[in-house]
C-alpha cells in the first residue's frame, strides 16, 4: 500500500514538472483564428470555400503532437479539363497557421498527399483545395493533442 | 550532413497512364524557429521549405513547407506514368543548398 502512494506521489510530481515545461512553450504567441481565416481569404481570393470534396485523414488523438500523420485528398478526375491546382492545410492553434501547401497539376495523377505535421494543441486543422476552374472547397477536422509539438 | 534522402516508388516499371505512388524520406531537423536554446534565446528557423518532383524533367509535384512539418519530413505523393526517365526529388533549405535525391520509372 505505502508503495503504491508513493509511486502516486512520484506520478504527480512528474505531472506538475511537465505541466510547468509545457507553461514556457504557452507564452509564444499562438495563431488566432482572424490569422487563420485571413489566410483562407487569400487563398480563396474572394470565394466561399465549400464543404466537401475534400478529404482530411488525421488521428482523433494525436499522442505526441511532434509528429502526427496527416493524409490530404481531393475528389477529382485531374484531368485538363477539371484538376486541383493547390492544396493549403492550415492549423488554427500553431504559432503559425500554415502547415503545408502541395501543388498539383493532371502530371499528379490523383490529388493526394500524405506528410507528418507538428500540433502544438488540440486544435481544428483546415485543408483547402483550389480547382483550375477557381472554385475552392474545403475540410475541417480536429485533433487532440495530449503532448504538444509547439517546438518542444 | 545532408544524407541521402530515401525514396521508394510502389512500381518502378508501369504501363502508360498508370498512377505510381512516390514516398519520400529526408533527414533534416527543421528548426521552427520557435524553440528556445538553454541560454533563452530563440534557436533561429532552419527547415527545408521546398519540394519538387520531377520526372524526365517535368514537374509533377511540389509542396511548401512550414515550421509545421515534422522533423526529418515524410512525404508522399503520385503521378502518372507517361514516359521513362529519371524521377528526381528536390529539397530546397532555407539557406539555399539543395537535398536531391534520384530514382526511375520504366514505362511500358
Not at chain 1, 488521428?59 to 493524409?71: D, K, L, R
Not at chain 1, 479539363?81 to 492553434?93: C, D, I, M, N, R
Not at chain 2, 530563440?42 to 520526372?55: M, Q
Request: charged share 25%; glycine share 10%.
Amino acid at each position: 500500500m505505502k508503495l503504491q502512494v508513493n509511486r502516486r506521489q512520484a506520478l504527480g510530481v512528474g505531472a506538475g514538472a511537465l505541466a510547468v515545461a509545457m507553461g514556457g512553450f504557452s507564452t509564444v504567441a499562438h495563431a488566432d483564428k482572424k490569422m487563420a481565416d485571413e489566410a483562407i481569404a487569400t487563398f480563396s481570393g474572394g470565394k466561399t470555400p465549400v464543404t466537401g470534396k475534400v478529404k482530411l485523414d488525421l488521428p482523433e488523438i494525436a499522442e505526441n503532437g511532434n509528429t502526427v500523420p496527416m493524409t490530404v485528398s481531393v475528389d477529382s478526375p485531374m484531368t485538363e479539363q477539371s484538376h486541383v491546382t493547390e492544396l493549403l492545410v492550415l492549423a488554427e492553434g500553431n504559432p503559425a497557421p500554415g502547415v503545408i501547401r502541395f501543388h498539383f497539376s493532371p502530371a499528379s495523377g490523383v490529388a493526394e498527399a500524405s506528410t507528418r505535421i507538428r500540433l502544438a494543441k488540440t486544435q481544428d486543422i483546415v485543408a483547402l483545395a483550389k480547382m483550375n476552374d477557381g472554385s475552392v472547397f474545403m475540410a475541417t477536422k480536429q485533433v487532440k493533442v495530449t503532448i504538444g509539438g509547439c517546438g518542444g | 550532413m545532408a544524407t541521402k534522402p530515401r525514396i521508394k516508388l510502389d512500381k518502378p516499371q508501369a504501363k502508360k497512364g498508370d498512377i505510381v505512388e512516390v514516398k519520400a524520406l529526408v533527414q533534416h531537423i527543421m528548426e521552427s524557429g520557435q524553440r528556445k536554446g538553454s541560454d533563452g534565446k530563440p534557436i533561429p528557423r532552419k527547415i527545408l521549405n521546398k519540394f519538387v518532383c520531377t520526372v524526365n524533367g517535368k514537374e509533377v509535384f511540389s509542396a511548401d513547407f512550414e515550421p509545421a512539418i515534422s522533423a526529418n519530413p515524410y512525404i508522399q505523393f503520385h503521378f502518372r506514368a507517361m514516359e521513362s526517365g529519371p524521377v528526381v526529388l528536390t529539397w530546397t533549405d532555407d539557406d539555399g543548398s539543395k537535398i536531391v535525391g534520384e530514382d526511375k520509372i520504366t514505362v511500358s
